[in-house]
């Protein structure tokens, strides 16, 4: 027979193990895949989009998924690389920053539009401002006043100052010595209709899903050029996401939206509708090759 005291200690011992099995079944019950965005479109809109989509994921990956906002383009760049999030919506430009900062990141996924993705240029309809048939009449919107979308947004400033670039179209060659920056597509769509800008470029998708909506002046807006096709957005995961959430993570995470279109549930249409596409498709980091080639020509990448 133990002794008193020996056997309390013995039990001591014993719920002392029982308290650290349980903690730790807890961490790892408590561990949630952190997902974002960049903000490329109204706070509401975003939180819409991602609140859903989290749910949805959630559900089928059997791991807690969250979505975190941030501030701003940078900000999305700034929590990747410090792996503040597991999982990011990204631009073609953000993503080749986040992807160099971070020193890694698996590229997963696509929607069906985003290998020819292109930009529109929009003009208020009393700038007068006709419509361009090639890049080299781009030169038409020097001395006018125009706005970017955010600076680092790859389909409302990088693709469309590349394309005004070949055409001899610098910023400071804009009214006021500098082009404006708006933030996001929408405030672009905003400024433009209003007036506060003669013109400006944003993401295509965005301008066709405001016309789809009715929520453009018509009367007000008129689109004067669509650029050619390039590579835009992806998500990008963290490079070590599989020793966090389990072997073959990340291949599940690809499947997840790979196959997204093919549940025919009430939340995945409206995920589908909301991103603006039929359904999302494996995509490579090589297709962005010529992002970051445009990036370190326009001082964007170092």
Do not use: C, M
């Given at each position: 027979m133990l002794s008193k005291a020996l056997q309390a200690k013995r039990n001591f011992f014993v719920s002392g193990i029982i308290l650290l099995l349980i903690s730790g079944t807890?961490?790892?019950?408590?561990?949630?895949?952190?997902?974002?965005?960049?903000?490329?479109?109204?706070?509401?809109?975003?939180n819409r989009i991602y609140n859903l989509l989290a749910q949805e994921m959630s559900k089928e990956l059997k791991v807690s998924v969250k979505y975190i906002p941030v501030t701003n383009y940078t900000a999305a760049?700034?929590?990747?690389?410090?792996?503040?999030?597991?999982?990011?919506?990204?631009?073609?430009?953000?993503?080749v920053q986040a992807r160099l900062q971070r020193g890694g990141g698996h590229?997963?996924?696509?929607?069906?539009?985003?290998?020819?993705?292109?930009?529109v240029f929009v003009?208020?309809?009393?700038?007068?401002?006709?419509?361009?048939?090639?890049?080299?009449?781009?030169?038409?919107?020097?001395?006018k006043r125009f706005t970017f979308g955010s600076e680092s947004s790859t389909s409302g400033r990088l693709m469309p100052q590349y394309f005004l670039k070949l055409a001899g179209v610098n910023n400071n060659d804009f009214a006021g010595g500098s082009a404006?920056?708006?933030?996001?597509?929408?405030?672009?769509?905003?400024?433009?209709?209003?007036?506060?800008?003669?013109?400006?470029?944003?993401?295509?998708?965005?301008?066709?899903?405001?016309?789809?909506?009715?929520?453009?002046?018509?009367?007000?807006?008129?689109?004067?050029?669509?650029?050619?096709?390039y590579a835009d957005y992806h998500?990008?995961?963290?490079?070590?996401?599989?020793?966090?959430?389990?072997?073959?993570?990340?291949?599940?995470?690809?499947?997840?939206?790979?196959?997204?279109?093919k549940k025919n549930s009430d939340s995945s249409t409206r995920i589908m509708k909301l991103f603006g596409a039929s359904k999302f498709i494996?995509?490579?980091?090589?297709?962005?090759?010529?992002?970051?080639?445009?990036?370190?020509?326009?001082?964007?990448?170092?």
């Open positions: 807890l961490a790892r019950a408590e561990k949630a895949l952190l997902i974002g965005a960049i903000p490329d479109q109204h706070p509401e809109k975003l760049v700034s929590a990747f690389r410090t792996k503040s999030i597991d999982l990011v919506w990204f631009g073609g430009l953000t993503g590229v997963i996924a696509q929607r069906d539009i985003d290998s020819n993705f292109k930009s003009a208020n309809k009393g700038s007068k401002i006709e419509k361009i048939e090639t890049i080299r009449d781009l030169k038409k919107l020097k001395s404006g920056f708006s933030g996001s597509h929408d405030s672009t769509i905003t400024l433009v209709q209003s007036g506060s800008y003669e013109a400006g470029a944003l993401n295509k998708q965005v301008w066709d899903s405001n016309l789809k909506s009715k929520r453009l002046r018509i009367d007000k807006l008129s689109v004067i050029w669509t650029t050619p096709p998500w990008l995961a963290q490079p070590d996401l599989d020793s966090k959430f389990g072997i073959e993570f990340k291949v599940k995470l690809k499947q997840f939206f790979l196959n997204l279109h494996s995509a490579d980091k090589k297709q962005y090759r010529s992002i970051e080639d445009i990036g370190r020509e326009l001082g964007k990448i170092n």
